[in-house]
Nanobody, 122 residues
């Protein structure tokens, strides 16, 4: 069982920045060998992949965030980050992290954490 705790969300004006963090833990879990993803879900919409990072550090981004968001990881801290710049109102959503299955279009694996709310005002 993997526990995921997201943090760093908040209310920000359009054009602003936020940095999200996701701390992962689990007795039989190897963070450094895991591919990780950030996902988001806006009201009335399906959860979608925002960005992913492999165990080797390769990254993947949704077209809507390319050039604005950056995913990174610190294996020593079992933590994955999402730096979000030039935020837009359409980025408003609850953001979640999860392990990701790269072979199945970065589909999420396992249970979700509580997520962190990001609200961008216009």
């Amino acid at each position: 069982q993997v526990q995921l705790v997201e943090s760093g969300g908040g209310l920000v004006q359009a054009g602003g920045s936020l940095r999200l963090s996701c701390a992962a833990s689990g007795s039989t879990f190897s963070f450094r060998l895991s591919n990780m993803g950030w996902y988001r879900q806006a009201p009335g919409q399906q959860r979608e992949l925002v960005a992913g990072i492999t165990s080797g550090g390769s990254t993947n981004y949704a077209d809507s965030v390319k050039g604005r968001f950056t995913i990174s990881r610190t294996n020593a801290k079992n933590t994955v980050y999402l730096q979000m710049n030039s935020l837009k109102p359409e980025d408003t959503a609850v953001y979640y992290c999860n392990l990701a299955n790269v072979g199945i279009r970065w589909s999420p694996v396992g249970s979700w954490g509580q997520g962190t709310q990001v609200t961008v005002s216009s």
